[in-house]
């Protein structure tokens, strides 16, 4: 069965730290990707997304991730993390053309 | 309104009680969709709406759940006979378009604030 993994469950960071939060996934066919963000009282929304072309995908307040199809890994990336970034992050693949099937999600805490 | 909506934000329920939760999706939107969130996981698959039309309910845990959009906007998710184990939260996500094999990609869900049910 199709499955997506976070390997981090809990991350802290100080603010300026470089953040890097993994994601795998098991799917053979033609893959769509999304990375969620949900900040505190806040609803999931949209951080960035892969769909084809060029695997380095840039998101929303300087977020990138990168699809590496033969790792089949999507990870999320940030050079330099802010205290506002503290949120908890989910990697997404569809499964077939509308059926999410999420991560478990990554904590992140930002220090000040 | 500007984005998904649910209401209540959150329900007390009795063991036993029945419950609808509500969902206005984003005006227009095609594609209507149903998450069940526990604590410190990822949201689960329910069921997905395609207008009026229920397309795949795979994702509901057992005939106690029920959800309908008669008449392609406004959805709700009935839980019957609650249980502790219905004790979550509840996403509901729209996109604009339908689902489609030919485009071979998968629109951006945009997702309402949840509804958190407690089953006492």
């Known amino acids: 069965a199709q499955s997506v993994s976070q390997h981090n469950h809990h991350v802290i960071l100080s603010e300026a730290a470089s953040l890097e939060l993994g994601c795998n996934y098991s799917?053979?066919?033609?893959?769509?990707l999304f990375w969620y963000v949900q900040y505190p009282g806040q609803h999931l929304q949209l951080l960035l997304k892969?769909?084809?072309?060029?695997?380095l995908v840039k998101g929303i307040k300087g977020f990138e991730a990168e699809f590496i199809k033969s790792k089949f890994s999507f990870n999320l990336r940030k050079p330099s993390v802010q205290w506002s970034d503290t949120a908890e992050y989910f990697c997404a693949v569809p499964l077939g053309t509308y059926k999410y099937i999420f991560g478990t999600g990554t904590r992140l805490k930002v220090l000040a | 309104g500007a984005g998904v909506s649910q209401s209540p934000r959150y329900k007390v329920a009795k063991r036993g009680q029945d419950v609808a939760l509500r969902c206005d999706p984003i005006s227009g939107h095609v594609s209507l969709f149903w998450y069940q969130q526990a604590l410190g996981q990822g949201p689960e698959f329910l069921t997905y709406?395609?207008?009026?039309?229920?397309?795949?309910k795979s994702g509901l845990p057992s005939d106690r759940f029920f959800a309908e959009r008669p008449e392609g906007s406004v959805s709700t998710l009935k839980i019957q006979r609650t249980q502790q184990e219905d004790s979550a939260v509840y996403l509901c996500a729209s996109s604009p378009s339908e689902s489609s094999q030919v485009q071979r990609r998968t629109d951006t869900q945009y997702f309402g604030p949840g509804t958190r049910l407690t089953v006492l």
């Open positions: 709406f395609q207008n009026e039309a229920q397309l795949d």
């Open positions: 892969y769909f084809s072309g060029d695997p």
């Open positions: 799917y053979g066919g033609t893959v769509n």
